[in-house]
């Protein structure tokens, strides 16, 4: 479901609109996911033009992104948060295929009577977990199955079938990592580590194509570690040897990457002091933005599992250290709660707050959510 912007928003649009080659406004008119890394004047103009008209509730509840579904928050949570205006989006993490369209088209329906942006809808939809996650599908094969270039298409294809028949308009996927660790290695294309970055490319340039936000993930690099994150911190001794898979996909465009909960010593520039990846600064701001000049959108791992979860003020820290979305938080409420004090008596953390904000209304208006 679309949102139609507020009257003066329009006219404000209209006025950039005015000021631009009339041979250029019609494609500007509508944007599409291969605008959302452009330095495009009008869109930039038209993201804060939706940015400004938001209460400061809202402005922060982009950035949260709780689950519902078998391992997610009941449905009546999900509601209550919608209706206090403190979510942005929201995972849709093991159901069936008829329960993923009802939440979406249910909850947009929440947002349209409570005057909310529309949401992003995210799920894991890794080839080899999507069967798993969302029953119902159609069958997919595994990563470790598809074999060929032509393979990792026909599998990115029947997905992005299934998620937009749902509502889904962004993939957790796909997993870059190495194949050694026994948590991640199987659900990616590490197996044969030739193919990680051209099975993944694939991966990417198919669901994007297809209106749908791809994500690379575990950053700076799961597959070498030897435990679970989703258990307790892990930590990378040394090299960052995963790190090389990244650049080649962030040249390509892809739109998302997603921090793991791992922390790295022994490094001399991204040491990590004993503190996970996702609430660091040298990993997300000055490895990953400034130093790979990532423009995308930063999601962070879970935000309830082991590997940080008992992180003191840790929703805090992980938008102090760049990232754009939190992704389940163990409880939403206090989450936005502890956003909500920190914005309104640190002006350099009100600033992060902003522009994560924004990056999300970015993706949202070259998704085609917002008119």
């Known amino acids: 479901m679309k949102l139609t912007i507020l009257g003066f928003l329009l006219l404000t649009s209209c006025t950039a609109y005015v000021q631009q080659d009339p041979t250029q406004v019609s494609s500007k008119e509508k944007y599409s996911l291969s605008d959302f890394l452009s330095d495009d004047e009008i869109l930039n103009l038209k993201v804060d033009s939706i940015f400004n008209s938001l209460n400061t509730n809202s402005k922060i509840a982009q950035l949260l992104m709780p689950a519902?579904?078998?391992?997610?928050?009941?449905?009546?949570?999900?509601?209550?948060?919608?209706?206090?205006?403190?979510?942005?989006?929201?995972?849709?993490?093991?159901?069936?295929?008829?329960?993923?369209?009802?939440?979406?088209?249910?909850?947009?329906?929440?947002?349209?009577?409570?005057?909310?942006?529309?949401?992003?809808?995210?799920?894991?939809?890794?080839?080899?977990?999507?069967?798993?996650?969302?029953?119902?599908?159609?069958?997919?094969?595994?990563?470790?199955?598809?074999?060929?270039?032509?393979?990792?298409?026909?599998?990115?294809?029947?997905?992005?079938?299934?998620?937009?028949?749902?509502?889904?308009?962004?993939?957790?996927?796909?997993?870059?990592?190495?194949?050694?660790?026994?948590?991640?290695?199987?659900?990616?294309?590490?197996?044969?580590?030739?193919?990680?970055?051209?099975?993944?490319?694939?991966f990417i340039e198919e669901t994007q194509s297809r209106n749908i936000i791809a994500t690379a993930k575990h950053f700076p690099g799961h597959g070498l570690v030897t435990g679970d994150t989703h258990k307790s911190l892990q930590t990378i001794d040394g090299e960052l040897r995963e790190l090389e898979n990244y650049p080649p996909l962030i040249e390509q465009g892809v739109i998302s990457i997603m921090i793991a909960h791992i922390a790295v010593k022994n490094n001399s520039e991204y040491d990590t002091k004993g503190m996970p990846a996702t609430t660091s600064h040298k990993i997300?701001?000055?490895?990953?933005?400034?130093?790979?000049?990532?423009?995308?959108?930063?999601?962070?791992?879970?935000?309830?599992?082991?590997?940080?979860?008992?992180?003191?003020?840790?929703?805090?820290?992980?938008?102090?250290?760049g990232c754009d979305i939190l992704l389940m938080p163990k409880d939403s409420q206090r989450a936005h709660r502890d956003l909500l004090k920190t914005y309104n008596n640190n002006p350099q953390f009100a600033e992060k707050v902003n522009t994560a904000s924004k990056r999300v209304i970015r993706a949202k208006i070259c998704l085609g959510l917002i008119n």
């Open 68 to 202: 519902v579904g078998n391992y997610g928050i009941p449905e009546d949570s999900i509601i209550a948060l919608i209706e206090q205006q403190k979510i942005g989006g929201v995972l849709l993490l093991n159901g069936t295929k008829t329960q993923f369209k009802n939440w979406s088209e249910k909850f947009e329906n929440l947002n349209s009577e409570n005057n909310n942006l529309p949401f992003l809808y995210s799920a894991d939809a890794e080839p080899t977990l999507f069967n798993r996650k969302m029953k119902e599908s159609a069958p997919v094969k595994t990563a470790s199955q598809l074999t060929s270039i032509e393979d990792v298409r026909i599998a990115t294809n029947i997905i992005s079938d299934e998620l937009l028949a749902t509502g889904v308009n962004y993939n957790f996927a796909p997993v870059v990592d190495v194949s050694a660790n026994k948590t991640v290695g199987y659900r990616g294309f590490g197996s044969i580590p030739e193919n990680i970055i051209p099975f993944s490319s694939t």
């Open 284 to 321: 997300v701001t000055e490895l990953l933005r400034d130093s790979l000049e990532f423009k995308g959108l930063i999601v962070t791992d879970a935000m309830n599992m082991g590997g940080v979860v008992n992180v003191p003020n840790c929703y805090v820290l992980a938008i102090d250290a």
